[in-house]
């Protein structure tokens, strides 16, 4: 079984800055099934990035996604109040533990 | 528009079996290229995937969890229901519902709407 790891586990930074979160694979695994969500407390999660990169209906164009094999990104460019959140990666079955992404 | 609804107790007691529904609107559980998973998530923890059902009624289930899980759909109803059997205070958590985006091959790609989900708790 594939397990997802993602890093850090808790990010603190500041409104207007830049997020770069990990998520990495035990094994290689095809992009085609890497997607990345986020959750608010008390909140569903949201869907934001499928396919390692392709951004879900209705995502600002602040949130990318990259890699491939066992290591993939989510970028925030420039972060706005709402962002801060948890972040979670998800291939197949499989999710990662998660990133709190937290205000400075 | 695509909605997902979950329903079923607020709390259960250790042994008893917990059943979930799962109402949908706004698509068809015979769309051969979506399928609904239950994914479930204990306070202040991550996320756990429980079960599929795809469209042609084959289902997936967690490895750990599979001897007391079923999942089940009545398509007409636009209704999917998981049974959990044996419930005990670990399992005390919020149990989502998620339409799930499906390859050729029948496997997952994405989860695309979620319900808001129901809080399960477990206690005598």
């Known amino acids: 079984e594939i397990v997802l790891t993602q890093s850090p586990g808790t990010l603190s930074l500041s409104p207007g800055e830049r997020a770069t979160l990990s998520c990495r694979a035990s094994q290689s695994v095809s992009s085609s099934y890497l997607a990345w969500y986020q959750q608010k407390p008390g909140q569903a999660p949201r869907l934001l990035i499928y396919?390692?990169?392709s951004r879900a209906t209705g995502i600002p164009d602040r949130f990318s996604g990259s890699g491939s094999g066992t290591d993939f990104t989510l970028t925030i460019s420039r972060l706005e109040p709402e962002d801060f959140a948890v972040y979670y990666c998800q291939r197949r079955y499989t999710f990662g533990q998660g990133t709190k992404l937290e205000i400075k | 528009q695509v909605t997902l609804k979950e329903s079923g107790p607020v709390l259960v007691k250790p042994t008893e079996t917990l059943t979930l529904t799962c109402t949908v609107s706004?698509?068809?559980?015979?769309?051969?290229?979506?399928?609904v998973s239950w994914i479930r998530q204990p306070p202040g923890k991550a996320l756990e995937w429980l079960a599929h059902i795809f469209s042609n009624d084959e289902k997936s289930y967690s490895t750990s969890l599979k001897s007391r899980l079923t999942i089940s759909k009545d398509t007409s109803k636009s209704q999917v229901v998981l049974t959990m059997t044996n419930m005990d205070p670990v399992d005390t958590a919020t149990y989502y519902c998620?339409?799930?985006?499906?390859?050729?091959?029948?496997?997952?790609?994405?989860?695309?709407?979620w319900g808001q989900g129901t809080l399960v708790t477990v206690s005598s």
């Open positions: 998620a339409r799930c985006i499906v390859g050729a091959t029948t496997l997952p790609y994405y989860f695309d709407y």
């Open positions: 396919g390692a990169s």
């Open positions: 706004g698509f068809s559980l015979s769309n051969a290229r979506m399928g």
